[in-house]
C-alpha cells in the first residue's frame, strides 16, 4: 500500500517568513496530494490540493509542488502570519473517479513566531 | 449548505463493550470515508462508503466496521472495545459526482475514550 512520509515535525518560523514542508509517497499510482490544516480541537480542513497531471499549484500565500519522478510533493506558505499556526498534514491516494482512502504523513506542527 | 455532522461529540466506554458512531454527510454527497486519528499514528483510513457498499479498507481488524444507509448517512462500530481504541474518529464526505471531484469535507469528529 501506500507509505508517506513528511518532514519536518515542527517547524518554526518568524512571522512574515516562508516556511516549507516537505512529503515523499512511495507508490507510483498515486495521482492525487492534497493538504489539509487542522487547528487544535477542530478539524482539518482542506488548503490545497494537486493532481499528477500538473507540478505547481498557488492559491494567493500558499503554493504546492509535485515532483511525480522523485515522488515528492512540497507546501510553501509564504509571508506567514500567527493564524497560520497549526498541524498541517499531506496525503496521497490513487484517484480513479471515487473518494478513495487518503494516505496521511504524521504531520508537521508549524509554529509562527511573532 | 450544512458542513458534515457526527453523533454523539464525546463518548466514554470501558473494555469489551461495543460502540456505534454516526456521520451525516453533506447533502448531496455520496461517498463518506471513516479515519481514527490518534498522536502516536496520526490519520488512518479506516474504509470508505459509496452508495451503501464499502468499496475500500484499510488496514484494521474485523471488530471495526461500517455501514451506510440509502441517505448516504453512515454509522462505524466497535465491537469488544480495547484500551488502543480510543481515539478520534472522523468521517468526511465527498461529492464523487465526476473523476477529479475528489475532496474530502471532514466532520469535527466523535472522541472516544475507552476506560
Known amino acids: 500500500g501506500e507509505n508517506v512520509e513528511q518532514h519536518p515535525s515542527t517547524l518554526s518560523v518568524q512571522e512574515g517568513d516562508s516556511a516549507v514542508i516537505k512529503c515523499t509517497y512511495s507508490?507510483?499510482?498515486?495521482?492525487?496530494f492534497p493538504w489539509y490544516k487542522q487547528e487544535l480541537g477542530k478539524r482539518p480542513q482542506l488548503i490545497i490540493d494537486?493532481?499528477?497531471?500538473?507540478g505547481e499549484k498557488k492559491d494567493q500565500r500558499i503554493a504546492v509542488t509535485l515532483n511525480k519522478t522523485a515522488k515528492h510533493f512540497s507546501l510553501h506558505i509564504t509571508e506567514t502570519q500567527p493564524e497560520d499556526s497549526a498541524v498541517y498534514f499531506c496525503a496521497a491516494t490513487y484517484s480513479g473517479g471515487g473518494a478513495d482512502g487518503l494516505t496521511f504523513g504524521k504531520g508537521t506542527h508549524l509554529i509562527i513566531q511573532p | 449548505k450544512a458542513g458534515v455532522t457526527q453523533t454523539p461529540r464525546y463518548l466514554i466506554k470501558t473494555r469489551g463493550q461495543q460502540v456505534t458512531l454516526s456521520c451525516s454527510p453533506i447533502?448531496?454527497?455520496?461517498?463518506v470515508s471513516w479515519y481514527q486519528q490518534t498522536p502516536g499514528q496520526g490519520l488512518q483510513f479506516l474504509f470508505e462508503?459509496?452508495?451503501?457498499?464499502?468499496?475500500n479498507k484499510g488496514n484494521f481488524p474485523g471488530r471495526f466496521s461500517g455501514r451506510q444507509f440509502s441517505n448516504s448517512r453512515s454509522e462505524m462500530n466497535v465491537s469488544t472495545l480495547e484500551l488502543g481504541d480510543s481515539a478520534l474518529y472522523l468521517c468526511?464526505?465527498?461529492?464523487?459526482?465526476?473523476?477529479?471531484?475528489?475532496?474530502?469535507?471532514f466532520g469535527p469528529g466523535t472522541r472516544l475514550t475507552v476506560l
Open positions: 447533502s448531496g454527497h455520496r461517498s
Open positions: 468526511a464526505s465527498s461529492l464523487v459526482d465526476r473523476v477529479g471531484d475528489n475532496e474530502q469535507f
Open positions: 507508490d507510483s499510482a498515486s495521482n492525487y
Open positions: 462508503y459509496f452508495s451503501e457498499t464499502q468499496r
Open positions: 494537486i493532481r499528477s497531471n500538473v
